[in-house]
T-cell receptor, first 111, second 116 residues
Framework: DAKTTQPTSMDCAEGRAANLPCNHS???????VYWYRQIHSQGPQYIIH???NNETNEMASLIITEDRKSSTLILPHATLRDTAVYYC????????????FGAGTRLAVHP | EAQVTQNPRYLITVTGKKLTVTCSQN?????MSWYRQDPGLGLRQIYY???????DKGDVPEGYKVSRKEKRNFPLILESPSPNQTSLYFC???????????????FGEGSRLTVL
């Protein structure tokens, strides 16, 4: 499985956009990019995923570079409730979900 | 409401006393999995199940057993718990099968286990 590299921590002001980067330079052609987050010690929560095209849902936007070696998760208007650890994961869709969670980025949203 | 329910949420036990952590999902998902989370080690997969009566080892299966007799339930069994199994445990489920698996795992709220 491809590995990902994320910053250990980031800060964001409430109401501003939070842009969380992820490098996945060894991603293979049919691997997806997934984003999850974990608030305190709650169960991880799925946010979004994509293959090649940019994706948007009610929670966030995912921007994947053309070479697919990196991506950015965008929370357009961060709130205090978005304070969490964000995991960028690459893996296959289909079969079973062998998603490997790394250390993630600890995002702190402050007033 | 779609959910994955784990019980107990918190448990303190002693070495060698068998225990079971239950997991139930109400989404008719084929795939279920157990993870443990430890500081500095992230989430590691213990066991997973593709469907009823189909289970397989994950990355850290030693000391654990599972069963999948019904689609909705996937209990985690610690036959003889040891202190190194003190951890935060998560159950997760999703649809599976080629073309239907979106990679969206639904997680339970976690079970914090302490083995003395």
């Amino acid at each position: 499985d491809a590995k990902t590299t994320q910053p250990t921590s980031m800060d964001c002001a409430e109401g501003r956009a939070a842009n969380l980067p992820c490098n996945h330079s060894t991603i293979s052609g049919n691997e997806y990019v997934y984003w999850y987050r974990q608030i305190h010690s709650q169960g991880p929560q799925y946010i979004i995923h994509g293959l090649k095209n940019n994706e948007t849902n009610e929670m966030a936007s995912l921007i994947i570079t053309e070479d697919r070696k990196s991506s950015t998760l965008i929370l357009p208007h961060a709130t205090l409730r978005d304070t969490a650890v964000y995991y960028c994961i690459v893996g296959y869709s289909g079969g079973y979900n062998k998603l490997i969670f790394g250390a993630g980025t600890r995002l702190a949203v402050h007033p | 409401e779609a959910q994955v329910t784990q019980n107990p949420r918190y448990l303190i036990t002693v070495t060698g006393k068998k225990l079971t952590v239950t997991c139930s999902q109400n989404m008719n998902h084929e795939y279920m999995s157990w993870y443990r989370q430890d500081p500095g080690l992230g989430l590691r997969q213990i066991y997973y199940s593709m469907n009823v009566e189909v289970t397989d080892k994950g990355d850290v299966p030693e000391g654990y057993k599972v069963s999948r007799k019904e689609k909705r339930n996937f209990p985690l069994i610690l036959e003889s718990p040891s202190p190194n199994q003190t951890s935060l445990y998560f159950c997760a489920s999703s649809v599976s099968g080629q073309g239907r698996n979106t990679g969206e795992l639904f997680f339970g709220e976690g079970s914090r286990l302490t083995v003395l």
